[in-house]
């Protein structure tokens, strides 16, 4: 950790020796600077193995505490410097001299900034006196401390892949069939074991297993954490419910008391066979808070309970009828074999010179899955040549757990994963301790906030996102994040951390004075905080002592309005990351107007309408997160903000059945092109005055990763792509037309940005642009409102790796035909809206990997694809508003006549747009003449939008 500060304050150290204006005006200043950089740059050799020792080494564990602390002060010191330095700056090197003289008070700012460094070099001597004292124990252990090579295999971090567990096969099978079979009544089974046993991934098997699926009408899956309030927990299960029968959830529900949500859960599964897994129950008061919430019907519904309390499993399964408890055991020695071979060694067999340590290191793990993991994770990074750095491993765990108390074990497991770390993921690491437990962390947030906090170090040829991209692997690699939920292409979208490793590393960041987290309001804090998290309630005043030195400030869950002003009186000058995520803003908060420092800055959620002019003065500003606010158009000083990296300002339209999926974008100034740095910028309005020159001007951002632009007029089609194909790193481009019938023309673009993944056109082509087909890094296409006369189908089939294919009213023709060997990848597929469609062949040997499709309001396709019954890997068939003589094709009974060719798909439904919503039928209950959902008077699919609009 120390190594961490110190890396950091040297590079700021090395920007400011050679500083024009230190050397004019802080004449006293560059020496201290110059004596602080070079011993640093002396002890930092030495840091990183202090950081793995201090926890057995009462005195280096103070030294590095120490170290620690002159860092953080130093740094506050230059920061307090720059914010003089940059003050009201004015044009030119002359102009800045005159307005820093008068900012700074003549000789008085210049006594004080030397004064202060004159102090911390007094406290650096004595800690290098101590350096030299400690010195022994530093050349010891250095001989295993420099290893760090990796294996970049991102499948080592999927742990809830079957295919990589084991030990589950003999589990699982028990608990389905305990599913399936038993008693028509409701039944609880409960899984009981200890933190890390596998409770929540053998849950999870067979929660997604295909028979269980096909099984139960309803499932929700239900993460009940220790700290979770009774009512959010209610509410999280409606949601969840609301989900899994596809109706939008009504507003009311946010409202409602405990009671009214009792009796909502209960309406919706009183005649219906569910499933619901309750996740980590620590408590009866959970128990009890649900319970009379799921109802006892006789439809063999079942309740799966997950706890690390035995006493919870006994009690929960003791007062229901036939209602079973799983005691999950250790791994047996074969088998923690088998996955420790499989995670060190990815596979391969343990070599032989090193079979003895392993099985020693494994003897220690005492079959528990996540230390496994875990201690592989810290392993796969060593040289197989290297049996000392091993024997470390080894040794340095047996002497942690000879007390055998597995919860402490466990965690000196985990810590020495985390000590292993190299010094620049250490941080990143810690950084997960700011979020709330059981809090999905989103991959694109986490990327930014890394940025944004300094941590991500430069390397030659990749932006720093891509950097921080290779540190998220890094960490995965190790297993020390798990992949949570992933995009339809195959994109990480969330992580999530097991809750073991969260208490360790917010116990760590604790002791190193990394971040704090607000809970409660009688809880202690250090007197000098760093990051600030508040979770779920916020009341005024904050128990701080001083936030003068805050770094970070994120607010989760909090529903009260943050008066940042009241709360933080003293202000936080240095602030470089504001989250307010999801809080009840209503105005920009004008305290951000003197954060110079400030580089992420977060009102996604909420209900600010307007930015104001001010915001000039974040020079700094990267990351200006505006996603799902009322903001639509910003001032033209936004153009001063030169370093932006990510401009988000949109939200989801959901006005109406046609327009489920619309984005509304914001009008911004036509000299865009000032914003060189710019990465993502969604969604820009286009049917502007003076829009062909702001679509030229778009050419100037070639560092765009992704652009959304919405309107986008005809005439500017020329202009645009002239632009697109100077984005040469160009990932993902989605295009809207002002109206439906607009047209889209881009067949000028020559030279498409060859690594372009994502593609969404949302309006009319007069022909399909002859560029798509040759994107050969195209994973997922979605072509709206494009009425081509020509079937896309022989153009698009030949895409290679194309995985999500998303099509709505793109072909007027009567047919369409996947032809064999073509869409070879293809996983997903939509059909939407083919007004003159009336049948569709799949032959043999097409789209062969598919596994999800939906067909949705052809109103003129009255049967199931031809040659549906070839495509053997498909899971899930959704018919959306389709007419009724196809739904009866498939009715599951003696008249049917094309049911048996979707036998073999496990999930089969019929869904209907009613009163603002989906409302989903499976296969199964279009057999039941009284419970058919389609009335006798069938209302077409034209007649239900007509009534919704």
Same mark, same amino acid.
């Given at each position: 950790?120390?190594?961490?500060?110190?890396?950091?304050?040297?590079?700021?150290?090395?920007?400011?020796?050679?500083?024009?204006?230190?050397?004019?005006?802080?004449?006293?200043?560059?020496?201290?600077?110059?004596?602080?950089?070079?011993?640093?740059?002396?002890?930092?050799?030495?840091?990183?193995?202090?950081?793995?020792?201090?926890?057995?080494?009462?005195?280096?564990?103070?030294?590095?505490?120490?170290?620690?602390?002159?860092?953080?002060?130093?740094?506050?010191?230059?920061?307090?410097?720059?914010?003089?330095?940059?003050?009201?700056?004015?044009?030119?090197?002359?102009?800045?001299?005159?307005?820093?003289?008068?900012?700074?008070?003549?000789?008085?700012?210049?006594?004080?900034?030397?004064?202060?460094?004159?102090?911390?070099?007094?406290?650096?001597?004595?800690?290098?006196?101590?350096?030299?004292?400690?010195?022994?124990?530093?050349?010891?252990?250095?001989?295993?401390?420099?290893?760090?090579?990796?294996?970049?295999?991102?499948?080592?971090?999927?742990?809830?892949?079957?295919?990589?567990?084991?030990?589950?096969?003999?589990?699982?099978?028990?608990?389905?069939?305990?599913?399936?079979?038993?008693?028509?009544?409701?039944?609880?089974?409960?899984?009981?074991?200890?933190?890390?046993?596998?409770?929540?991934?053998?849950?999870?098997?067979?929660?997604?297993?295909?028979?269980?699926?096909?099984?139960?009408?309803?499932?929700?899956?239900?993460?009940?954490?220790?700290?979770?309030?009774?009512?959010?927990?209610?509410?999280?299960?409606?949601?969840?419910?609301?989900?899994?029968?596809?109706?939008?959830?009504?507003?009311?529900? @946010?409202?409602?008391? =405990?009671?009214? #949500? $009792?009796?909502?859960? *209960?309406? !919706?599964?009183?005649?219906?066979?569910? /499933?619901?897994?309750?996740?980590?129950?620590?408590?009866?008061?959970?128990?009890?808070?649900?319970?009379?919430?799921?109802?006892?019907?006789?439809?063999?519904?079942?309740?799966?309970?997950?706890?690390?309390?035995?006493?919870?499993?006994?009690?929960?399964?003791?007062?229901?009828?036939?209602?079973?408890?799983?005691?999950?055991?250790?791994?047996?020695?074969?088998?923690?074999?088998?996955?420790?071979?499989?995670?060190?060694?990815?596979?391969?067999?343990?070599?032989?010179?090193?079979?003895?340590?392993?099985?020693?290191?494994?003897?220690?793990?005492?079959?528990?899955?996540?230390?496994?993991?875990?201690?592989?994770?810290?392993?796969?990074?060593?040289?197989?040549?290297?049996?000392?750095?091993?024997?470390?491993?080894?040794?340095?765990?047996?002497? @942690?757990?000879?007390? =055998?108390?597995? #919860? $402490?074990?466990?965690? *000196?497991? !985990?810590?020495?994963?985390?000590?292993? /770390?190299?010094?620049?993921?250490?941080?990143?690491?810690l950084y997960l301790s700011i979020f709330p437990e059981d809090h999905l962390i989103e991959h694109m947030r986490l990327i930014r906030l890394w940025v944004a906090e300094g941590f991500i170090e430069a390397k030659e040829g990749k932006t720093l996102e891509e950097v921080a991209e290779d540190y998220v692997n890094e960490l995965m690699n190790r297993s020390l994040m798990q992949v949570a939920t992933t995009t339809s292409d195959g994109r990480v979208k969330?992580?999530?951390?097991?809750?073991?490793?969260r208490e360790i590393i917010i116990s760590k960041s604790r002791d190193q004075n990394f971040a704090a987290i607000v809970k409660e309001q009688n809880m202690q804090w250090p007197d000098r905080v760093r990051r600030l998290s508040v979770h779920n309630s916020l009341e005024d005043p904050l128990p701080i002592r001083s936030v003068s030195r805050l770094r970070s400030l994120f607010m989760f869950g909090v529903m009260e309005k943050p008066l940042l002003n009241k709360l933080f009186p003293g202000g936080f000058r240095l602030l470089n990351v504001l989250d307010l995520r999801n809080s009840p803003l209503k105005k920009f908060p004008v305290e951000v107007v003197n954060l110079y420092h400030l580089k992420y800055l977060s009102l996604r959620d909420t209900k600010v309408k307007m930015v104001p002019r001010y915001i000039e003065k974040l020079q700094n500003l990267e990351t200006l997160d505006l996603k799902h606010s009322q903001v639509t158009e910003l001032p033209i000083e936004i153009l001063k903000l030169q370093k932006l990296r990510h401009l988000l300002v949109y939200r989801n339209e959901y006005a109406s059945y046609e327009h489920f999926h619309a984005k509304s974008g914001f009008r911004i100034m036509e000299s865009i092109g000032v914003f060189r740095s710019l990465q993502k910028l969604c969604f820009i309005e286009a049917n502007l005055e003076g829009s062909e020159h702001m679509m030229r001007e778009l050419g100037k951002l070639t560092q765009l990763r992704r652009l959304g632009i919405v309107k986008l007029r005809r005439e500017n089609g020329k202009a645009l792509c002239s632009s697109i194909e100077k984005m040469t790193s160009l990932r993902a481009l989605s295009i809207s037309s002002e109206e439906e019938d607009d047209i889209i023309d881009l067949q000028n673009l020559s030279a498409p940005p060859v690594l372009l993944q994502r593609l969404y056109l949302r309006g009319r082509l007069e022909i399909l642009p002859h560029w798509i087909s040759s994107l050969h890094s195209l994973v997922r296409?979605?072509?709206?409102?494009?009425?081509?006369?020509?079937?896309?189908?022989?153009?698009?089939?030949?895409?290679?790796?194309?995985?999500?294919?998303?099509?709505?009213?793109?072909?007027?023709?009567?047919?369409?035909?996947?032809?064999?060997?073509?869409?070879?990848?293809?996983?997903?597929?939509?059909?939407?809206?083919?007004?003159?469609?009336?049948?569709?062949?799949?032959?043999?040997?097409?789209?062969?990997?598919?596994e999800e499709l939906s067909i949705g309001r052809c109103q003129f396709l009255k049967k199931v694809p031809s040659g549906i019954e070839h495509l053997t890997k498909l899971k899930v068939l959704e018919f959306f508003d389709m007419p009724v003589e196809l739904i009866n094709t498939i009715r599951p009974d003696e008249k049917c006549n094309d049911c048996w060719k979707i036998s073999h798909i496990p999930e089969v439904y019929s869904t209907y747009w009613k009163e603002g919503g989906w409302e989903v039928y499976p296969l199964e209950s279009l057999a039941d003449g009284e419970n058919c959902p389609l009335p006798k008077d069938f209302i077409n699919t034209r007649e239900l939008r007509t009534r919704w609009k």
């Open positions: 950790m120390a190594e961490c500060s110190v890396n950091f304050l040297i590079e700021k150290l090395s920007l400011l020796v050679d500083n024009e204006v230190i050397i004019i005006l802080f004449r006293g200043v560059r020496e201290q600077v110059v004596y602080l950089r070079l011993e640093y740059e002396r002890m930092r050799a030495f840091l990183r193995i202090a950081d793995a020792l201090q926890d057995g080494d009462e005195e280096l564990s103070v030294w590095v505490r120490q170290v620690t602390d002159i860092a953080q002060d130093t740094e506050d010191i230059l920061d307090e410097f720059s914010l003089l330095q940059d003050h009201d700056q004015a044009h030119g090197f002359y102009g800045s001299l005159l307005k820093l003289a008068c900012c700074v008070k003549n000789a008085k700012a210049s006594y004080r900034i030397a004064s202060a460094l004159k102090g911390i070099n007094s406290r650096m001597k004595i800690i290098s006196q101590v350096h030299k004292h400690l010195r022994h124990k530093f050349i010891q252990a250095k001989q295993g401390s420099d290893s760090n090579t990796w294996h970049d295999c991102r499948c080592d971090a999927l742990l809830l892949d079957e295919s990589d567990l084991v030990g589950i096969d003999k589990p699982k099978k028990i608990l389905v069939e305990w599913l399936i079979k038993g008693g028509p009544g409701r039944e609880v089974v409960s899984l009981a074991g200890m933190g890390g046993m596998g409770k929540t991934t053998l849950a999870k098997q067979v929660y997604d297993d295909a028979g269980v699926k096909k099984h139960f009408k309803i499932r929700a899956w239900i993460t009940v954490s220790e700290s979770c309030k009774i009512q959010d927990l209610l509410k999280d299960m409606v949601q969840q419910l609301y989900k899994a029968t596809r109706r939008r959830v009504p507003q009311a529900v @946010e409202s409602m008391n =405990n009671n009214q #949500l $009792k009796r909502t859960i *209960k309406e !919706l599964l009183q005649r219906s066979r569910y /499933l619901i897994v309750l996740d980590d129950v620590w408590n009866l008061d959970k128990w009890h808070a649900v319970k009379y919430a799921l109802p006892s019907n006789s439809f063999r519904s079942r309740v799966v309970l997950t706890t690390r309390n035995a006493d919870v499993a006994a009690f929960t399964s003791g007062i229901e009828s036939n209602s079973k408890i799983h005691n999950l055991e250790p791994l047996p020695l074969a088998e923690s074999w088998e996955l420790f071979c499989r995670k060190t060694f990815k596979g391969n067999a343990c070599p032989p010179h090193l079979e003895e340590i392993c099985r020693n290191i494994l003897r220690k793990c005492e079959g528990l899955p996540l230390a496994i993991v875990a201690i592989s994770g810290v392993l796969a990074t060593k040289s197989k040549w290297r049996i000392d750095e091993w024997d470390m491993v080894s040794r340095s765990l047996g002497a @942690e757990i000879e007390g =055998n108390d597995k #919860l $402490k074990y466990l965690k *000196k497991v !985990l810590s020495l994963s985390f000590n292993d /770390l190299p010094y620049y993921l250490k941080y990143c690491f969330t992580f999530r951390i097991h809750d073991l490793l296409l979605s072509l709206k409102w494009s009425r081509l006369k020509d079937d896309p189908l022989e153009d698009l089939q030949h895409i290679p790796n194309l995985v999500h294919l998303i099509l709505c009213q793109v072909h007027n023709g009567e047919k369409l035909c996947f032809r064999s060997g073509g869409f070879k990848k293809l996983k997903i597929l939509g059909i939407d809206e083919f007004d003159e469609l009336r049948s569709i062949e799949v032959e043999s040997g097409a789209m062969a990997c598919l």
